[in-house]
């Protein structure tokens, strides 16, 4: 006699089963889809590219990084992202990456880490390519930090490979010709301005030492806006028309001022605002902040401003953020 079979029960079990199953597998794929975006956020704040600093050099020293990166081909597409805890200059093979004049527009008393990323294709090389940095510290950064900068340089290459080539110990280092003092003064040796730094054969090997890598990034601070500084106004003076130690617009503005010297003597020191200027001496030089803007309403210049063939006032506004991304 064959036992009985309760089809109506067989057929509820199986679908009960059939459901669990479901169940769990949107479980699984939950966590997946969840452990997936912690990690991109995770490659999103430090885009898993080691910070790298220069050890020799002091708190309120401006510093050059460079690396020379060996490519197979013209590369189809290349992009390059930085991370920085002050401001920053970036080139790739000598060529200044955008056209602000530094990277990025701060706020008062912003010291978190700024990343931005720029498409640096038409920058790039078949053979050898250079990247240079000049990192400034923030003029209220009474420490050193090892988070100075942090690289990576990707893309599609000539094969339709992707690469990518990060910030590491590898990386070259040297203090720059401009210091920041603690109380705010921007120092700027002319003498020692050397344009070289960024070319792909360097003659001063002896004064380049190997950047080193941070210990500890897992709290750096990142800034949820990053803007680039954008030159909206240029109004100029001639040098016959400033009488007087002390210059002021007719109205406060965003920005820096500039001044054209001409007829120096080497090792002269110009003041323009916080900017200390020592002369080379050359034809024309310029001072001017490198770094950083202010609302001013004038600045007083010392050190013979008789000098001074041309002063800019030079108004700073906020670029889109698109612009580069």
């Not at 910030?167 to 040796?189: F, K, N, Q």
Request: with cysteine; proline share 5%.
């Amino acid at each position: 006699m064959r036992p009985h079979i309760n089809k109506g029960r067989f057929k509820m079990e199986s679908g009960t089963k059939r459901k669990n199953g479901f169940v769990r597998w949107v479980a699984i794929l939950n966590l997946l889809f969840l452990f997936a975006l912690c990690q991109s956020a995770a490659m999103a704040s430090d885009f898993n590219t080691p910070w790298i600093f220069a050890r020799q050099t002091c708190s309120q020293s401006r510093v050059f990084f460079r690396k020379t990166f060996l490519s197979q081909g013209m590369p189809q597409q290349a992009k390059l992202t930085i991370a920085t805890s002050g401001y920053c200059k970036v080139y790739v093979n000598e060529c200044k990456i955008g056209t602000a004049p530094y990277l990025p527009l701060r706020q008062d008393n912003d010291t978190d880490a700024v990343s931005m990323t720029f498409d640096v294709t038409p920058y790039m090389r078949a053979d050898s390519n250079v990247v240079a940095v000049l990192y400034s510290p923030l003029p209220e950064q009474a420490t050193k930090t090892e988070r100075q900068i942090a690289i990576s340089l990707y893309g599609i290459d000539r094969d339709k490979r992707r690469f990518s080539v990060s910030t590491d110990a590898s990386w070259l280092c040297r203090e720059s010709y401009s210091r920041v003092t603690p109380d705010g003064i921007e120092i700027i040796d002319g003498r020692r301005r050397d344009a070289q730094w960024k070319a792909a054969t360097i003659y001063d090997n002896a004064l380049w030492l190997h950047a080193e890598e941070a210990n500890d990034t897992a709290t750096t601070r990142y800034s949820k806006d990053a803007h680039l500084p954008r030159i909206t106004h240029v109004r100029a003076w001639p040098g016959d028309s400033i009488h007087g130690n002390l210059i002021a617009p007719a109205h406060a503005f965003y920005g820096f001022f500039r001044a054209t010297l001409r007829g120096t003597r080497r090792g002269k020191k110009i003041r323009l605002g916080n900017v200390v200027y020592i002369c080379d001496g050359r034809l024309d030089e310029q001072a001017f902040p490198e770094f950083g803007a202010r609302y001013t309403r004038g600045i007083s210049v010392s050190g013979k401003p008789s000098r001074i063939t041309t002063l800019e006032m030079i108004s700073i506004g906020k670029q889109n953020p698109s612009f580069y991304h």
